[in-house]
């Protein structure tokens, strides 16, 4: 029997440094024990796993401990949600009249996506890396609405240093060259320099159609710790960063303490912004080494009612109108039309189709086949790009940054007017673009009579005619569309 005290329990949980949280054979988190006074003196924990059979998803799990001063079973409703960096619930699922005995333990499979929250909302739900996760559950028979509040705190420990890597006479590195790179030290996290590397050396690896790739190996002869990521970047002389890459790196007590990497931009990309990138032909890289030092450490406490509880409260009784379309799409809920690929079907909504592309619209209005036969075939697109096609057109979402892959979808979108991707794509082509690229980029402006984009590529290789003119892609570029290739010739010739 309930009695008149009963309140509601609600917990918010932080998580810090959460990517480094799962590696090697780690595979779940705990919170620490929280005691439910207020819900048959209950004790409970939290948990987040990531499971080989759904690698897409984290699964969050509610367990009750195996002793407590409880009754052998509970009923509870319950709801869990992911909280944004402002607060407010951004994924969210629900539990009604749910029986809980001694040891059970209840999961969420969907409820954190590892692309959302290591990608494309990677600010919204891992802000300064930590994630956020907030759990209110009562008995079923509870009507007040009172409700007692704990935080938790979990914390794996890490150490961050940042160093610079300095390189002298960079246009003289040729392909099979290694040469060693001075190493100075900016910041240590904990004010000591624990984990400093030993040398480092840049390399050129064998040249390629005017793309020179460079590898970094950056060798440790002190521990380093069980687990260690990489971030290495440019800065040119604006102060403006580009990013070489991440990279993780895993070892055991045998195992080799040398971080090899090859680095997004090639010896050609920096040459052909020297200016920028290569002041006095110096080369410098800033290098942030982050290293997984300890364990998870635990604190917990009573908390006041706050901001973030009230948006809980408020958020909880309706997910984003994105999330809500993109899981209708995902579960292939009342889909009532194919696009067909050939290999693939993917089944969708007319109603979105039609709505985010007058072409689809024009199909599904008029007295056409597609209406007649719900299918849609699309044998001039592959699996993949359609796709990603489908996930812009339910979550306003482009997750692909790969040249080929953007390429393709910016082609899908001109085909069906969605001009808002189109715009997209042409920003991501922009900032990926290398010299190796530019002939296809300027032959996919011209194909798709997008006049901005083409002014954007024709003076790229004006700007970068060294190392493009002359190479494999603008020779064929002559022979397939002379015609395409004379402003480019004309303007470097002027400058």
């Given at each position: ?77 319950l709801k869990i949600c992911v909280l944004s960096n402002k607060g407010f619930s951004v994924k969210r699922e629900d539990l009604v009249n749910t029986e809980f005995s ?27 890396d930590t994630l956020t996760v907030h759990c209110q559950f009562w008995e079923v028979y509870t009507t007040s609405t009172e409700t007692e509040y704990v935080s938790a ?186 696009l067909q690929t050939g290999a693939e079907s993917f089944p969708a909504h007319k109603v979105v189709l039609s709505a985010r592309s007058p072409v689809f619209k024009a ?133």
């Amino acid at each position: 029997m309930v009695g008149k005290d009963d309140k509601r329990f609600a917990i918010t949980w932080k998580i810090k440094n959460f990517s480094y949280c799962f590696y090697g054979e780690r595979q779940t988190i705990e919170s620490p024990e929280f005691y439910a006074e207020n819900v048959r003196q209950t004790k409970w924990i939290l948990k987040i796993s990531q499971e080989d059979a759904l690698p897409s998803h984290f699964t969050v799990l509610i367990k009750r401990a195996e002793e407590d001063y409880g009754p052998a079973s509970v009923k509870l409703n319950l709801k869990i949600c992911v909280l944004s960096n402002k607060g407010f619930s951004v994924k969210r699922e629900d539990l009604v009249n749910t029986e809980f005995s001694k040891g059970t333990e209840k999961g969420f499979q969907k409820l954190l996506e590892r692309a959302a929250l290591f990608a494309t909302r990677k600010e919204e739900f891992l802000p300064e890396d930590t994630l956020t996760v907030h759990c209110q559950f009562w008995e079923v028979y509870t009507t007040s609405t009172e409700t007692e509040y704990v935080s938790a705190l979990s914390q794996r420990a890490v150490d961050r240093e940042l160093f610079l890597l300095t390189l002298s006479d960079f246009s003289e590195l040729n392909p099979g060259d290694s040469s060693e790179v001075n190493l100075q030290m900016l910041f240590s996290e904990d004010g000591t320099c624990m984990f400093f590397p030993d040398r480092a050396h840049l390399s050129v690896m064998e040249r390629n159609d005017y793309e020179e790739k460079l590898e970094l190996c950056i060798f440790f002869d002190d521990d380093v710790g069980e687990f260690f990521s990489c971030k290495i970047s440019v800065f040119d002389v604006e102060g403006q960063k580009l990013n070489c890459g991440k990279f993780d790196f895993h070892y055991d007590q045998y195992g080799p303490r040398i971080l090899r990497c090859v680095l997004l931009p090639t010896k050609w990309d920096l040459m052909a912004k020297e200016s920028l990138y290569l002041p006095a032909d110096t080369l410098t890289f800033h290098c942030e080494l982050i290293i997984v030092t300890g364990g998870v450490s635990h604190l917990i406490k009573d908390s006041p009612r706050r901001m973030e509880d009230l948006y809980f409260e408020a958020e909880c009784t309706s997910s984003s109108a994105l999330d809500d379309f993109k899981n209708i799409y995902s579960d292939g809920f009342l889909c009532d039309v194919d696009l067909q690929t050939g290999a693939e079907s993917f089944p969708a909504h007319k109603v979105v189709l039609s709505a985010r592309s007058p072409v689809f619209k024009a199909m599904f209005v008029n007295d056409m086949k597609e209406t007649v036969a719900k299918r849609v075939d699309l044998p001039d697109l592959d699996g993949g790009t359609v796709r990603r096609l489908l996930l812009y057109m339910y979550s306003d979402a482009v997750e692909c940054m790969e040249w080929d892959s953007v390429r393709n979808l910016y082609a899908a979108a001109d085909k069906y007017a969605i001009e808002s991707l189109k715009t997209k794509c042409s920003t991501i082509l922009k900032g990926i673009l290398t010299p190796s690229q530019a002939c296809d980029l300027l032959v996919l402006a011209d194909m798709h009579r997008d006049y901005d984009l083409k002014n954007f590529a024709q003076d790229f290789i004006s700007e970068n005619d060294e190392c493009i003119l002359g190479s494999n892609s603008w020779m064929e570029l002559e022979q397939k569309n002379p015609q395409l290739a004379i402003k480019p010739c004309v303007m470097s010739t002027r400058v």
